[in-house]
């Protein structure tokens, strides 16, 4: 069973900046890649950063180039570093698991509110 637990949300005035995580359990060899979104209410799921399972490639959306890196470690846990936060990057931010060409597995969300 699949398990995916992100942490590290929180309050943080703009400039700032937060880590987050998201720890992995379970089978994970079938898994293509990681994906960080972000979800603010009445809108729709926004891709953040992706990063390939085995070759740790990354992909990032134009909204946060240069700003957050995705990474991921030994330990099946899979990382979000956010710097220079602005108000926009307010959000419930989600990790979730590619496999077979979908994101099928899905955090329970972490909070991040980025006061002005």
């Known amino acids: 069973q699949v398990q995916l637990v992100e942490s590290g949300g929180g309050l943080v005035q703009a400039g700032g900046s937060l880590r987050l995580s998201c720890v992995v359990s379970g089978p994970t060899f079938s898994f293509e890649a990681m994906g960080w979104f972000r979800q603010t209410p009445g809108k729709e799921r926004e891709f953040v950063a992706r990063?390939?399972?085995?070759?740790?490639?990354t992909y990032y959306a134009d909204s946060v180039k240069g700003r957050f890196t995705i990474s991921k470690d030994n330990a099946n846990t899979v990382y979000l570093e956010m710097i220079s936060l602005i108000p926009e990057d307010t959000a419930a931010y989600y990790c979730?698991?590619?496999?077979?060409?979908?994101?099928?597995?899905w955090g329970q969300g972490t909070q991040v509110t980025v006061s002005s």
């Open positions: 979730a698991a590619l496999l077979l060409g979908a994101y099928r597995y």
């Open positions: 990063i390939g399972w085995k070759d740790s490639n």
